[in-house]
Antibody
Framework: EVQLLESGGGLVQPGGSLRLSCAAS????????MSWVRQAPGKGLEWVSAIRGSGGSTYYADSVKGRFTISRDSSKNTLYLQINSLRAEDTAVYYC??????????????WGQGTLVTVSS | DIQMTQSPSSLSASVGDRVTITCRAS??????LNWYQQKPGKAPKLLVYGAFSLQSGVPSRFSGSGSGSDFTLTISSLQPEDFATYYC?????????FGQGTKLDIK
């Protein structure tokens, strides 16, 4: 059974930093791309960042580029998101999601339960 | 970036109704379109991928159609557990983007 368990969220002051983690199990972690998706309170889903299975390629939404860094450690089956220079608008539940693909599509077939990041003074 | 626009933003319907949600992409995305269902306080759940392929375990009352830039999600006969928010998502570009969501509630 695929499981994704996020951690590392919390209350942080504007300008501060956090590192989110997503512990993965139940699949061959290094074979799959992974993404972070966030959801501000009462708002919709926003894709934040993605990383290929090999870790060689990373992608970011314009809203976080230069402040967020996605990485992975296949020896620990763990995905990370380093978030710096936090702003109030970064307040959200952050989900990790497992990428999957077939011959004609890419999609998120498993999601974690989310970790809440609150940016406030 | 590819923009995704869903309509309607909210919808009231009754158990047994047939419901259609529309998603339009700002450019052609072939069939790289996915649909998710989200209930309050829960993570999203994949319903349909590749525009029309039903994820394993998803009831057959859900169906997806479309290609290019116009897509639909149809629920053929609403059940009580279907009242939720639905999101489309494009995966044509790795800068994945979601629609703004359609909240489906009970009439």
């Amino acid at each position: 059974e695929v499981q994704l368990l996020e951690s590392g969220g919390g209350l942080v002051q504007p300008g501060g930093s956090l590192r989110l983690s997503c512990a993965a199990s139940g699949f061959t972690f290094s074979s799959y791309g992974m993404s972070w998706v966030r959801q501000a309170p009462g708002k919709g889903l926003e894709w934040v960042s993605a990383i290929r299975g090999s870790g060689g390629s990373t992608y970011y939404a314009d809203s976080v580029k230069g402040r967020f860094t996605i990485s992975r450690d296949s020896s620990k089956n763990t995905l990370y998101l380093q978030i710096n220079s936090l702003r109030a608008e970064d307040t959200a539940v952050y989900y990790c999601a497992k990428d999957s693909r077939d011959s004609s599509s890419y999609y998120f077939d498993h999601w974690g339960q989310g970790t809440l990041v609150t940016v406030s003074s | 970036d590819i923009q995704m626009t869903q309509s309607p933003s909210s919808l009231s319907a009754s158990v047994g109704d047939r419901v259609t949600i529309t998603c339009r992409a700002s450019q052609s995305i072939s069939s790289y379109l996915n649909w998710y269902q989200q209930k309050p306080g829960k993570a999203p759940k994949l319903l349909v991928y590749g525009a029309f392929s039903l994820q394993s375990g998803v009831p057959s009352r859900f169906s997806g159609s479309g290609s290019g830039s116009d897509f639909t999600l149809t629920i053929s006969s609403l059940q009580p557990e279907d009242f939720a928010t639905y999101y489309c998502q494009q995966s044509y570009s790795t800068l994945y983007t979601f629609g703004q969501g359609t909240k489906l509630d009970i009439k």
